[in-house]
């Protein structure tokens, strides 16, 4: 077996992280096979108790009673019968959590654990049954946050029957990524998992053991987007599922993943109290339900939805040299990007890392003139703003009728 010289992405990622990277000429990571990240950056609490889909449906933005209905067909997860291995589970969801006004707070990544007749009992043949059982919900929450987040879910409480505990300490998140993360693999399977086997033929319960441990948890499609990849939660006494020494990397490496396709995640890279969800693209990251009926914030996100003009939107950015040339490290956070030709503020990068990053922009300037970006008191550095290929058609064509009118 050939072991690879750690490599680095970026100087500060350090040498315990030897997955090997190899760089396009423009730096992207579009050539990457598997990777996987432990997110330091994110923590993990849990709700239990008979109120608790209640009480998140009236807060946050997405229909969370889906998370309660039973596990349907269409949900199942290819998995054979593997002792503590769930055989049905519910997929996980992505909400968000507003002000009253509707701007932007603190996301989540909700995951309900299998219910007791959901899994198998030690003989792998038939369900459990664990009579003292209680509804729990499990979030994957942005860390920095973590002790507010904690203290506005417990000031929303009131006399809701729901417990919020911070585990943290006992759950890690973990995100895994790459190009050949196939999205043609039916019922979710992980495409690495259907691979394990010999020969020609898939090894089921190699199957099972790559979508979950003895804890029952399991890789999920991120809930967000699929070219994001899997996400997950795991025991953080436990290595997560086909995560390997040659696979583990940086979670930088995930944040520059996540630049190239243009997502934000938590308040450290949408604005706290400050972003408006619909520029930040919430909605086509399934983080939203129009259909749900009332939450704290509502009202702006349903009238700014239903009016149908979103003049700024959250974009990916490459920041280059007047030749062309890739700019590491030239761009910070707040930056203003500037028309150069008119000199006029067109938007300002709220995210950035190497030379990529994301920048809410007047759509308008942004993509009929691409060419014309700058940073503003650094004119040597050009920024290209790239449009997401998984954007909406209608959202450009609201840019179109923006421009006629």
């Known amino acids: 077996m050939h072991r690879f010289k750690h490599s680095l992405l970026h100087p500060r990622f350090g040498p315990s ?12 990571l579009s050539d990457i096979g598997s990777m996987a990240s432990r997110l330091r950056s994110r923590s993990v609490i849990r709700f239990s108790g008979p109120d608790t889909l209640k009480f998140l449906q009236g807060l946050v933005t997405n229909d969370v009673r889906r998370l309660g209905e039973p596990v349907g067909n269409a949900e199942r997860i290819s998995n054979v019968p593997t002792p503590n291995v769930s055989f049905a589970t519910v997929p996980p969801m992505y909400a968000a959590l507003l002000t009253p006004q509707g701007r932007f707070l603190y996301d989540f990544f909700l995951y309900r654990p299998s219910r007791s007749e959901e899994r198998v009992d030690p003989t792998g043949s038939a369900p459990g049954s664990d009579p003292n059982g209680e509804f729990e919900l499990f979030a994957d929450v942005d860390s920095q946050a973590l002790d507010d987040i904690l203290r506005t879910l417990k000031r929303y409480r009131l006399r809701s029957k729901v417990t919020i505990e911070n585990v943290a300490e006992d759950f890690s998140c973990w995100q895994r990524y790459g190009n050949n993360m196939s999205s043609k693999c039916a019922s979710g399977e992980d495409p690495e998992g259907v691979a394990i086997g010999w020969g020609s033929r898939t090894d089921l319960a190699a199957t099972s053991s790559s979508q979950g441990n003895e804890h029952g948890w399991q890789w999920f499609r991120d809930p967000r987007l699929e070219i994001l990849g899997y996400r997950g939660i795991f025991p953080s006494t436990t290595e997560a599922p086909l ?47 129009f259909d749900k009926g009332c939450y704290v914030g509502q009202e702006l996100v349903a009238r700014t939805h239903h009016r149908g003009v979103i003049r700024k939107r959250v974009l990916p950015l490459k920041f280059l040299s007047s030749c062309g040339k890739v700019e590491d490290q030239r761009v910070v956070s707040g930056s203003e990007v500037l028309n150069a030709e008119t000199g006029k503020k067109i938007g300002t990068v709220t995210t950035a890392l190497a030379c990529q990053g994301l920048g809410l922009l007047r759509l308008e300037e942004a993509l009929k003139q691409p060419n014309t970006l700058t940073v503003q008191g650094q004119v040597d550095v050009k920024v290209e703003a790239i449009k997401p290929n998984w954007w909406p058609l209608e959202w450009f064509q609201e840019n179109q009728q923006i421009a006629v009118a």
């Open 17 to 28: 992280f030897n997955i090997p990277i190899r760089f396009n000429h423009d730096h992207s």
């Open 243 to 289: 995560v390997g020494a040659d696979k583990e990397t940086h979670e930088d490496n995930y944040l520059l993943w996540r630049l190239e396709k243009g997502v934000a995640e938590g308040s450290t890279e949408i604005p706290k109290g400050e972003a408006i969800p619909l520029e930040y693209n919430l909605e086509g990251l399934n983080a939203i339900s």
